[in-house]
């Protein structure tokens, strides 16, 4: 349990700026005495973990030794090609994102990424040939929840009903692949 715990402390850390070492306890439910022997263990074994005391202090990581996607087991890996390696080839700031990825990936990940690339394609249109780009509309949600900003929406109820909707963007669920709006 302890290896896990460790790896748990990095993860936390490359995630969080600044963590105290109560927080850190009160993750794992040990003591804090134990999350300073833990820390102890990670610096001997190489990892730059820096302290300062006081207000505004705590505990991080040292930037230039975070993790690297290589500290990935196999089953983490391939979730993380599963979803960057299928990207629209249209859309720049996703290939420039999937391909930093795949830049950090060992060398067997790297292979199924590039399998997984080859043999996808996105295609934004129905059945029909309509275009229907939900992920621009996903970013736009996103971006307005991230900002906590108010949006307009074209409203449309099932019985045809239409009307335009100020929205106050919540969360975002995602069910059985389609995603829906929380909100007010």
Request: glycine share 8%; net charge neutral.
């Amino acid at each position: 349990m302890k290896h896990y715990r460790l790896l748990g402390i990095l993860l936390l850390l490359e995630n969080n700026p600044v963590m105290t070492a109560k927080a850190i306890s009160e993750h794992f439910e040990v003591s804090v005495r134990t999350i300073y022997r833990d820390l102890d263990v990670l610096s001997e074994a190489g990892y730059s973990i820096v302290t300062e005391s006081g207000k505004g202090g705590g505990i991080s990581l040292q930037y230039n030794k975070r993790l690297r996607l290589s500290a990935m087991d196999k089953s983490e890996l391939l979730k993380v090609v599963e979803h960057f390696a299928i990207f629209d080839k249209n859309d720049q700031l996703s290939e420039n994102l999937a391909l930093k990825i795949r830049g950090q990936l060992p060398d067997d990940a790297r292979l199924v990424f590039d399998r997984m690339r080859e043999a996808s394609l996105v295609d934004k249109s129905n059945w029909y040939g309509i275009s229907n780009d939900r992920e621009q509309f996903l970013s736009l949600i996103q971006e307005s929840i991230i900002n906590e900003l108010k949006v307009i929406m074209d409203y449309k109820s099932g019985t045809g009903y239409t009307a335009d909707r100020i929205v106050w963007p919540l969360g975002i669920v995602k069910k059985v692949g389609q995603n829906y709006l929380v909100g007010y």
